[in-house]
């Protein structure tokens, strides 16, 4: 999965880095794509991600020409089963679609830890002793013990996987698909794409929740969770809390349509249905 990742973002255009970001900022041509999916925040999830994945294949195998879906990130924390997401995006044979995963918060704030413990722990309140549960590890038990933060270190050095890591440190921060922009959290209101800041993508609230990007585009996001998949003004926020709820939710662009798949079962045999929401033009225009 990382080689074919990095074959797939070396196809795409990246813009120019400005101070305040280190991660890729993607333009991709929309018209190669007659389907675009993008799902929400996964936090920890694996069989909703794989129901969503699942649906997704037969879905996109019905299209007409090629397909491309975006993970809006947060992939880990709160969910018990953050290692079995890792194991499953990190894994060549688990998509037979196009894939193009983003990076969110959690996600963010996870390498961070795993890369000093010591300066991260506030992490372990974000849902973190979830994630480094799902690895086998009790954060709390290590901490109490006599060897603190140094065992925890030691543990996680261990058994959290490189190809995790590794993935994480790789992921873009944000895709533009004509005037359309997928992003973790949002865009700071007015600013233009290239002087945005990781931070915000990755963590911003308001003011864009009211005032939505405050540019010629619209912003599908997760980050800032819904009962429903939100519409705002010039943006679409997609976060519906699986790890809560149960909902991880997919919305599916075709041309101007917007449609959200069904929630389905692992026992529902039916093929997957898209419910169309609206027929309107995502640039808000």
Not at 167 to 182: D, R, S, Y
Not at 207 to 231: C, I, K, N, Q, Y
Request: charged residues 20%.
């Amino acid at each position: 999965m990382l080689k074919a990742a990095r074959r797939f973002l070396s196809r795409m255009s990246v813009g120019k880095q400005q101070p305040g970001h280190r991660r890729q900022h993607l333009d991709i041509a929309g018209q190669d794509y007659v389907a675009i999916y993008a799902i929400g925040d996964v936090h920890g999830c694996h069989d909703k991600l794989v129901l969503a994945c699942n649906a997704i294949s037969a879905d996109a195998s019905a299209q007409k020409g090629r397909t491309l879906a975006i993970f809006l990130g947060d992939y880990v924390d709160r969910g018990m089963q953050s290692k079995s997401v890792l194991n499953y995006i990190t894994n060549s044979g688990s998509f037979d679609f196009g894939c193009l995963f983003l990076c969110g918060n959690h996600d963010e704030a996870f390498l961070n830890f795993c890369r000093d413990p010591g300066r991260s722990l506030s992490w372990l309140d974000l849902g973190g002793r979830e994630t480094l549960m799902s690895y086998g590890i009790d954060a709390d038990h290590m901490l109490n013990s006599a060897g603190g933060i140094a065992s925890l270190s030691e543990a996680v050095a261990q058994v959290v996987p490189a190809r995790h890591l590794e993935f994480i440190e790789n992921l873009p921060v944000l895709a533009k698909i004509g005037q359309n922009v997928f992003v973790h959290a949002g865009i700071r209101p007015g600013v233009p794409l290239a002087q945005q800041s990781d931070r915000d993508l990755m963590w911003i609230r308001e003011p864009f929740l009211s005032r939505g990007p405050e540019l010629d585009l619209t912003v599908v996001h997760g980050h800032t969770v819904s009962e429903e998949p939100a519409f705002g003004r010039n943006r679409i926020g997609i976060d519906t809390g699986a790890y809560e709820s149960g909902r991880l939710t997919v919305m599916r662009m075709t041309g101007s349509e917007i449609s959200f798949l069904a929630p389905t079962s692992a026992r529902d045999p039916s093929p997957p249905i898209f419910q169309s929401v609206a027929s309107l033009r995502l640039n808000g225009q």
